[in-house]
């Protein structure tokens, strides 16, 4: 075999050859000429079961003398257990970081904003990310170079706050995380992520119960909906409009700020709400009730720049403060306008036998188990339909038709 006998060749015997092929020096070194004539060094191994081939250069570049110093190297890695192409290319990345100077935390976390900004759902999130890097992490990481970021350091980061501001940390650990993943990706640091959480820092830092974080909205409780409701339609605004048509489709703030004219099938009364302003980026049809019907078209008359519900500032829609500020001005601002969408669920529960399936597609909410999830694929919109009917003529203080739960099926009849 060709590792059994070393220096086989002489620049002599080279110097004669010119058939394509590989010749072998020994010790895994082979002079190579290809089909076009170049001429070349090929160091040839197996490492954990797999072939590889690594090129030492041109001979025009590389004597015989210099491809076998560099062989004896290649042979010595290899006794180590260690790829001797991935340590040219560790060693090729350290001089180039060398020659451009150190890579700072900062610079990595901008240049990571910046490139992921244009694909972030909610303009605020790139703020987030920079309220949250420069208040806790560039203090301490800010100035270091990437490479030099380790473990030791992250738990100084992330500890004065893991308890005491739970998911501020949880989400700091995470862009931290990113970031450093990206570093590595574009080669600026090696080894493993520090900022790994499984087998990691879980060994490091307490666990968090994020549960007790849960801060439900302030919601109006669902038997004071009539009254409200009728005391609403009194308000004489477009933004008393707006904040009756959320509660009778039980959706987001978002979704009713931005919505168009265009989203509404009148002919089938459903409004499809793109999935580009939805919270699981997915679309959401929406059942019109009769009343909804109403509201969209008296909308649609005052429609302006693409907005079913246009802003007094021309070209925009209304502000998400619009319809929070309805309820200040009607006496209620101890709840929220997201609150509604808890009202719409606890009626669901409490006051009819309608399936939570069915309230939880209403809300747009995921589906937390995978299989049902993989199963429930449709959107029940016809089933959807009767419940949101039965939730607007409840609204309107038209009672007889709900359905309590604890009556028997038979008197249903």
């Known amino acids: 075999m060709a590792t059994r006998q070393l220096h086989r060749l002489t620049a002599l015997k080279i110097g004669k050859l010119d058939a394509p092929g590989h010749y072998p020096d020994g010790g895994n070194l082979y002079f190579q000429i290809s089909e076009t004539g170049s001429r070349s060094w090929i160091f040839k191994f197996t490492l954990r079961g797999k072939s590889r081939e690594m090129?030492?250069?041109p001979i025009s570049s590389v004597s015989l003398a210099a491809a076998r110093v560099e062989a004896a190297?290649?042979?010595d890695l290899l006794r180590?257990?260690?790829?001797p192409i991935e340590a040219r290319k560790v060693e090729q990345n350290k001089r180039a970081q060398e020659a451009t100077g150190p890579r700072l935390f900062k610079a990595a976390a901008a240049a990571y904003i910046a490139q992921h900004r244009d694909g972030w759902k909610n303009k605020k999130h790139a703020q987030q990310w920079e309220n949250s890097l420069t208040t806790y992490a560039y203090p301490i990481l800010g100035g270091l170079d990437v490479r030099d970021i380790d473990t030791a350091l992250?738990?100084?980061v992330l500890q004065p706050i893991w308890m005491a501001k739970r998911e501020t940390a949880f989400r700091l650990r995470g862009r931290l995380e990113c970031i450093l993943d990206a570093e590595k990706a574009l080669g600026n640091r090696e080894g493993e992520n520090p900022v790994r959480w499984r087998g990691h820092l879980d060994k490091l830092l307490p666990k968090q119960n994020r549960r007790k974080k849960i801060k439900h909205h302030p919601a109006l409780p669902w038997q004071e909906i009539p009254e409200f409701m009728s005391a609403l339609r009194a308000v004489a605004d477009p933004t008393a409009r707006m904040l009756e048509h959320l509660i009778l489709t039980a959706v987001r703030t978002q979704e009713v700020l931005y919505a168009r004219p265009e989203e509404f099938a009148m002919d089938y009364r459903v409004w499809t709400v793109p999935g580009e302003r939805m919270k699981m980026e997915l679309p959401?049809?929406?059942p019109m009730a009769d009343r909804l019907v109403e509201l969209v078209t008296e909308a649609k008359k005052g429609a302006r720049d693409g907005w079913l519900y246009p802003g007094r500032k021309k070209g925009k829609p209304y502000s998400n403060m619009a319809m929070l500020k309805v309820l200040e001005r009607m006496g209620y601002g101890h709840i929220t306008v997201h609150g509604f969408r808890s009202t719409?669920?606890?009626?669901?529960?409490?006051c009819t036998e309608y399936a939570d399936s069915l309230a939880e597609k209403a809300l747009a909410h995921a589906i937390q188990n995978e299989s049902e999830a993989a199963y429930r694929r449709g959107d029940m919109l016809e089933r959807r339909r009767k419940m949101m009917a039965d939730w607007a003529r409840f609204c309107a203080?038209?009672?007889a038709t709900i359905i309590p739960i604890d009556q028997p099926r038979a008197a249903q009849r």
Do not use: S
């Not at 180590?80 to 790829?83: A, H, L, P, R, T």
């Open 73 to 75: 190297k290649c042979r």
């Open 344 to 350: 719409f669920r606890d009626w669901v529960a409490e």
């Open 80 to 83: 180590e257990g260690i790829d």
């Open 154 to 156: 992250i738990v100084r």
């Open 397 to 399: 203080g038209e009672t």
């Open 55 to 57: 090129g030492l250069g």
């Open 284 to 286: 959401l049809r929406v």
